[in-house]
């Protein structure tokens, strides 16, 4: 499902609800916010697309690769791996949605 209804109880999030469309997760929205009370926050999220299982895999086997390339590299040897491992930490956390 595309958005997800978020509720905070004393800065705790959870997931409370999903729903299909922004209609639907307005109305849960206003729903839980008057079930729960002024002491929750009841907010929406819509939810990140997440890469392909495979394609996430390739990217991890590419940083391996790039850190162990990177650990036999003397320091004359340039940084090129270095800056290509940081791309690829960088890559694969927004594919996870850590970003």
Known sequence: MPYEIIGKYRSVPEVIDEADDL???KYLQREYQMAFGKEWLITIRKEKKKAA???????KAIQTFCVFVDSNLR???GTGFRE????LIEAIAKAEGRE
Do not use: K
């Not at 290509?84 to 791309?87: L, R």
């Open 84 to 87: 290509a491992w940081g791309m």
């Open 75 to 77: 320091p004359e040897q």
């Open 23 to 25: 209609e639907e997760a």
């Open 53 to 59: 299982p495979d394609l996430l895999q390739a990217c």
